[in-house]
């Protein structure tokens, strides 16, 4: 797909995963912290989600679980500032580098993805909890 500059780019939410929830397709929207380039989490984005974070700088996501918009650290505070926006070559996944503070994980962790997992399938945690999230989100 080759853009002019007048064009307006837009991933291809057509492609995405049906939400009952919303009646929406959404599209996986993949957090990475800007400067380390580690993977702190994994959304969905739907074309409100995309709009709003293009236009505020700030990660909105989708939350399938409430059925909504949901702006990152709009309870516990741990926002993601979105320094770049890359779409991959079939236009059906979203990757944002995002300057994060705080957890990006609800359980409290810098990343959601905390946990390893052996060839014989034993799990360790690999990191410290930076908040509890009871005192985050009640």
């Known amino acids: ?18 939400c009952e929830a919303s009646g929406d397709r959404l599209l996986p929207a993949i957090a990475q912290d800007a400067e380390s380039g580690r ?4 959304a969905w984005m739907n074309e409100e989600a995309w709009r709003e974070t293009l236009q505020t700088g700030r990660a909105v996501y989708f ?5 909504k918009l949901w702006r990152k650290g709009e309870t516990s505070g741990h926002q993601q500032i979105v320094r770049t926006v890359q779409v991959d ?9 995002v300057e994060q503070t705080g957890a990006a994980c609800h359980e409290g962790y810098a990343s959601c993805f905390f946990r390893d997992v052996d060839s014989g ?11 509890d999230p009871a005192d985050v989100y009640g």
Do not use: K, W
């Open 1 to 18: 797909m080759t853009q002019t500059p007048s064009e307006t780019f837009q991933p291809n939410f057509d492609a995405g995963t049906y």
């Open 39 to 42: 993977v702190l989490m994994l």
């Open 63 to 67: 939350s399938r679980s409430r059925g």
């Open 89 to 97: 070559c079939d236009a059906d996944t979203i990757l944002l580098h």
């Open 121 to 131: 399938g034993q799990v360790s945690v690999r990191e410290t909890r930076l908040v």
